[in-house]
């Protein structure tokens, strides 16, 4: 763990800066204030405005009279610069954003006996190293959910087995090759999605993480990332494209989310999804409280609320991810069933490599930092 | 009488006897957020541009360093983009120009009344509609299983979009995913910025010149090359600076249209994340601004605002 924190040190000191002592953590949770802001993904805190079925906040808000607040955030770093502003309660943060935030003071440690379903938490999750740092816990789980390889059943008539279909040329089995038929997504964090792939298939580059790659490690992922791009026409950016193409584009097989995958099969498209042999990365949120959340008793309430409610299981089938707390798959305290925990990826939890920032150093001494990959992956996608 | 001139009365006496002080007051504050908002921003843009990142930590080192541009210049896929985007900037410039004259030209030397109201409608309409929505239904159009496509197989002129797609940089899976498709949608959304100026330009040209030239014994085409062109070229220019650098700045049109080669601006919003490379996303932006005033400076040398 220490290593760890030493590691993210170098890459956030920056965000440092004007950091106060930490907090100590509540000893109870008193009366609430009357609100709690949150900074979420968009599609995370619903209130039954987009879909009525869809609400996990009208009933919190009755309860306890705390009025929730959403300021929606696009990306890991929009979250960042928000929680460095200040003002806010709570955030959603992924794991690339989670460990920047707590390296940065931004966030405080919660003190997990005043929230009485922190039992009910997945134990895979209970300390994941993306919220917990030397034994302390800076957050509960939210959501969490697999990068999936999606893919045409009137094309597979069996599932691909391998990541190969989207990375190597081939002949899919209906005949025809898979050169200007596949995707990958439009986002540097794919080259991890590569080195996984070597990870398996060339033992000899002693990749151990796909986040963590030295430079000969790294350039071999950039040769197979060459090698896609001839196969690829478009890579995907904006999930509504990515479904657009898959049914106007001829495309057949690509990485994806279950939300695409669950929102096309809803429009009976001949899509299904699986997770092939060499795993596949993935992404895991965290509902972490700011150092000076002005709203600290409702910011709790929320975090039981957001373990203990319907919110776990609704959440889950209104996103394609997989709920922190494994019984909202089956208890029935919400829409999710055990069959759409199974189809958004709930068992394959050890074949993902949950997504970090790569930073420059790393346990076999240095390694190739995240401005890189972006730089780089700009030049492989130009045709360099 | 003096002994009782209320203080405004001063106020506009000294405004009056002195133009200057009124004209000042009214400038300061425009001239201020010019200042200000535009050209100080502009000047911070410039200056991070001349930081770089450190290599091993990936921190912005504030120094003064030309090592950013070196990279800029010196990367072939940086020096791609930078090619991409002015080529495509071009393309688009020219053809729209050529699109936009005949229309400018019939509107403005031939509609009359109910007609020109058409005109003004049928070019102004598409600008109304939201921008995504256009881009969005131009992915639809351009699509391998799309209308055009489909309407292109049934007249039997398959073979030859075909023919068109497997071209090597031109071409691609289908129309959607290639440079053309990027290009359609490009001259499609910003064509209107073509079309007005030069309708207005070519409405100040006076109708005696043409027929004064064609009295000389001038053909239509010695008509046009040396009486019309030059003095619609203002609107020309006025129209191309649009179109060129609205292309040169756009990251909306490629990313959802093309092959998801960047550009320009893609560049920039990609080094500006999670990367958190300002200083090279600041250099890409300083281009686009370096060949606008090289344009700017080429289009007065040719004498296109000696008309202003």
Known sequence: ?384 | MSAETPAAGGLSEALWRRPGLLLLLLLTPPLLWLGIVYIGSLLALLAQSFFSIDEFSGLVQREFTLKTYRELLTTPSNLDILLRTVSMAAAVTVAAAIIAFPVAYFAARYAKGGWKALFYLGVMLPLWSSYLVKVYAWKLILAKEGILNWAVEGIGLGWLLQAWLSLPILGGNSLSVSYTGTFLVFLYVWLPFMILPMQAALERVPGSLLEASADLGAAPAATFRHVILPLALPGVVAGSIFTFSLTLGDYIIPQIVGSSRLFIGQAVYAHQGTAGNIPLAAAFTVVPVVIMVIYLWLAKRAGAFNAL
């Open chain 1, 1 to 384: 763990m220490n290593h760890a924190l030493r590691r993210l040190a170098a890459c956030v000191s920056a965000l440092a800066l004007a950091a106060p002592a930490f907090a100590q953590p509540l000893t109870a949770v008193g009366a609430g204030e009357g609100e709690v802001n949150i900074v979420a993904w968009p599609g995370y805190i619903e209130r039954g405005e987009t879909m009525k079925e869809f609400d996990w906040v009208t009933k919190f808000e009755e309860s306890t009279g705390c009025i929730v607040k959403v300021k929606t955030a696009n990306t890991s770093d929009e979250m960042v610069a928000l929680m460095n502003e200040g003002g806010f309660d709570l955030v959603t943060a992924s794991g690339d954003a989670s460990l920047r935030l707590i390296a940065g003071k931004r966030v405080q440690p919660i003190n997990v006996g005043l929230i009485p379903s922190w039992g009910t938490v997945d134990d895979r999750l209970k300390n994941a190293p993306w919220h917990t740092v030397d034994g302390v816990h800076y957050g509960t789980p939210y959501m969490w959910g697999p990068n999936v390889l999606m893919y045409r059943t009137d094309v597979f008539p069996e599932p691909p087995t391998s990541w190969s279909v989207v990375f190597e040329e081939q002949t899919l089995p209906d005949g025809k090759s898979n050169k200007g038929r596949v995707q990958a997504y439009d986002g540097p964090i794919h080259v991890a999605d590569a080195a996984q792939y070597l990870m398996h298939h060339k033992p000899e580059l002693g990749i151990t993480s796909p986040y963590e790659l030295n430079a000969e490690q790294y350039a071999a992922a950039l040769d197979l990332l060459r090698v896609q791009r001839t196969l690829v026409s478009r890579y995907w950016h904006d999930a509504f494209i990515q479904m657009d193409d898959f049914k106007n584009e001829g495309v057949v097989a690509s990485g994806s989310w279950p939300f695409q995958v669950n929102l096309l099969q809803s429009e009976g498209a001949p899509i299904a999804s699986t997770i092939p042999v060499e795993g596949a990365t993935g992404w895991a949120d965290t509902t972490m409280m700011h150092v000076d959340a002005p709203n600290p008793n409702c910011a709790y309430m929320w975090m039981e609320h957001s373990l203990a409610s319907n919110l776990q299981s609704d959440l889950s089938v209104w996103f394609g991810a997989n709920p922190a707390v494994p019984a909202a798959c089956t208890d029935g305290r919400g829409m999710q069933t055990a069959e759409g925990c199974t189809k958004n990826g709930l068992d394959d939890f050890e074949k993902i490599r949950f997504w970090t920032t790569p930073v420059s150093k790393c346990p076999q001494g240095e390694c190739v930092p995240y401005y890189r990959w972006v730089s780089d992956y700009i030049g492989v996608i130009g045709g360099r």
